[in-house]
């Protein structure tokens, strides 16, 4: 196998090729772990890596062999430094054991060969973290890899891995999906595990799983990861049979409602509001009743809501690593924007933080009842296609409301579906004149995470992406014969 036939294939291909004996595991780890190499001069998506060997797992797994590699927070693997993107952790903690997702990724035979970048403690649509430095787009390296799964997705689309791990606070998956030009699922809440030392991640609005190439890498991971452990706090309804299945799967007609106007306010590149039309002209096309309507979103509010969650979020974090290593956080330490929402959380109110909560229950409600009257909602993902390095600087001068307006103005689609904990997706559909990635998000009802991968699908084959490759990519960077 050469670096050409590595990179055109996915995560499921690759698998049955290495199943078939086509080419050993060892041969793809070698091609992968030069690959990440050569692209990562470019990139600096690499937090942690690339290792000598991957870590251990299962060689009868669905994906045994498949090189992978895990961001840079939350998930963790035993005897593996991780930073969480900040100098606070200096060269990182060493965790005595796996969170139970890395749990899932060993078992389903992932091969993971590297830590990838995000920025400080994951509050930041960009990667671009003091501890590590910027991460940039493959198809533009002057612009954004997006965040906070920047590493993962720029490694991803630069085809040195066909998959990596990703997670999502507040649009961290499809973010940097919609920047690179990647498939990104958030699922909906509980349905992946975040334990054992989280039960919640941040307040609920915390997800975890991957950026892929593909819908079907997306489905068959989850079918692997999608599990509860004892002492989680709620079971999630199971599907009615395996995910992959649904990719290709007829989703029936449909009622899809469309809405391409920011609810923050802020500015809608035509470019992008055009993609998000054209898919619904495809969506229409293929039987589905396809309207403009939107759920009624009260921005201010959604907007304080997650000032307060995710500071308080970050002092409790900052108080736990202070805890772990003894070393006091502050302004040398901490980016001025992390800084001033942990000093923010830290005089949150019990009140305070209650009030943030009952309006997640508000938000759920409205976007609950909007979901009885249709059954998805498809917006832009971002914005804008992926932005210039250092527009979302998270060392700025900034409150932690003023930092939190400046995030969510460029990412306004995605949050309110951390609020309510129901899974939505984004799909690279489109590219803009200057050649960077579009993507339209697809956003469902509590458990339609079938629903999404159907029409995904049907997305996927009538605008397909998987052809297009950007410009620091590892065919262009390794020898044909590698």
């Not at 302004?331 to 924007?337: F, G, I, V």
Request: with cysteine; hydrophobic share 45%; proline share 7%.
């Amino acid at each position: 196998m050469n670096i050409d036939e590595y990179a055109a294939l996915d995560a499921t291909a690759l698998a049955a090729v290495i199943a078939a004996g086509e080419v050993t595991a060892d041969e793809v780890a070698a091609l992968a772990t030069e690959a990440i190499a050569a692209v990562d001069k470019e990139l600096n998506a690499v937090a942690e890596g690339p290792f000598d060997r991957p870590l251990d797992h299962a060689a009868d797994g669905r994906f045994a062999g498949v090189p992978f590699a895990i961001k840079d927070l939350v998930c963790h693997a035993a005897g593996v430094p991780t930073r969480m993107g900040t100098r606070l952790l200096g060269e990182g903690y060493v965790p005595p054991a796996d969170t139970h997702l890395m749990e899932r990724f060993r078992a389903a035979g992932l091969a993971t060969l590297a830590v990838t970048t995000t920025p400080e403690l994951g509050f930041n649509g960009n990667s671009e973290a003091l501890a590590y430095g910027s991460t940039r787009n493959p198809w533009n390296t002057a612009h954004s890899a997006g965040g906070s799964s920047g590493g993962s997705a720029a490694l991803v689309a630069a085809g040195a891995l066909p998959m990596a791990h990703a997670n999502d606070g507040g649009g961290s998956i499809r973010v940097p999906a919609a920047c690179n030009g990647l498939v990104g699922l958030k699922p909906g809440r509980g349905r992946v595990p975040s334990g054992p030392d989280t039960a919640e991640g941040l307040y609920g609005m915390g997800v975890e799983l991957a950026v892929t190439r593909t819908v079907r890498d997306t489905a068959a991971l989850l079918d692997e990861v999608a599990v509860s452990y004892p002492g989680d706090p709620f079971v999630i309804a199971p599907p009615a049979r395996p995910w992959v299945q649904e990719v290709g799967a007829d989703p029936g007609r449909l009622r899809i409602a469309v809405h391409t106007e920011s609810w923050a306010g802020s500015h809608v590149d035509p470019e992008v509001a055009r993609a998000v039309d054209a898919a619904a002209r495809v969506l229409e096309a293929a039987g589905h009743h396809v309207e403009s309507r939107t759920p009624n979103i009260e921005w201010e509010r959604l907007l304080h809501t997650n000032a307060v969650l995710w500071s308080s979020f970050l002092a409790e974090s900052v108080a736990g690593i202070e805890a772990l290593t003894g070393v006091m956080a502050g302004p040398e330490n901490l980016e001025r924007t992390t800084w001033a929402c942990v000093e923010y959380g830290r005089g949150v109110s019990a009140v305070e933080l209650g009030t943030a909560l009952t309006a997640l229950n508000t938000v759920s409600r409205e976007v609950g009842r909007f979901f009885t009257e249709y059954h998805l909602l498809l917006t832009p993902t971002m914005n804008t296609p992926a932005p210039l390095l250092g527009h979302l600087d998270a060392n700025a001068d900034l409150s932690a409301g003023e930092w939190a307006t400046r995030i969510f103005d460029v990412c306004s689609f995605t949050s309110l579906f951390n609020q309510t904990g129901t899974p939505a997706i984004s799909l690279p559909v489109a590219q803009s004149t200057q050649g960077l990635p579009i993507g339209v998000q697809l956003a469902g009802p509590v458990c339609s995470e079938a629903t999404l991968l159907r029409v995904a699908s049907q997305l996927e084959e009538a605008m397909p992406w998987t052809d297009r490759r950007p410009a620091v990519h590892a065919t262009t960077f390794m020898s044909p014969t590698a």
